[in-house]
């Protein structure tokens, strides 16, 4: 048996071991949360400098922005143009509607935490998207017609599909929203 040379080795191997599907990204999803946080929590360090005028919480992000990278290579190890970038947003914005979704079910409004919920959860899709090679830039960003996407019908995923109030086609978002569903299974051991 080969002899593990450190805590990253450890832990990647341990996470490898997990994937018997190579499109089980349970870890990849823990992780991806934990990112979310982290982008939280340099928010937050800006707002209390902010608010209490202590420059020692704005001297806590770079090392809290430092860890948010490392755990942000480990996603997205290569990327083109701004795909860093858009990552980390949606990340963040996928996380800021989840929170005003809790606040919206904790006061009892329902309808509007659902809806943000749902808008969450397509930001999070999306990312994946962006990250798997689902999405394809250009002179605008298209769906890719891949194999690796579950599909329930014989129909290609770059259909042209009615389009919401914004713009985004809600037949695609529905695929990819089912192809994260499947791929991502964050009870698998």
């Not at 090392?63 to 990278?69: L, Y």
């Amino acid at each position: 048996m080969e002899k593990i040379k450190n805590v990253k080795e450890f832990v990647e191997k341990l996470d490898n071991a997990k994937k018997v599907n190579p499109k089980d990204l349970s870890s990849d999803q823990d992780l991806t949360i934990g990112i979310m946080n982290l982008i939280s929590i340099e928010e937050h360090l800006m707002f209390s400098g902010a608010k209490t005028g202590k420059k020692e919480f704005y001297d806590l992000i770079n090392d809290v922005r430092e860890q948010r990278k490392q755990m942000m290579q480990k996603i997205i190890p290569s990327y083109e143009g701004e795909v860093w970038c858009i990552s980390k947003h949606l990340l963040a914005s996928s996380m800021r509607l989840f929170e005003v979704g809790t606040k919206a079910l904790a006061a009892g409004n329902k309808k509007d935490a659902y809806d943000l919920f749902d808008k969450s959860y397509g930001l999070y899709c999306m990312f994946w998207g962006l990250n798997m090679g689902m999405l394809n830039g250009g002179t605008d960003v298209k769906w890719v017609k891949t194999s690796n996407v579950p599909q329930k019908q014989e129909e290609p995923v770059c259909t042209l599909e009615d389009k919401d109030e914004v713009g985004v086609s809600q037949g695609r978002m529905s695929r990819l929203k089912s192809w994260v569903k499947n791929a991502v299974n964050c009870c698998i051991e």
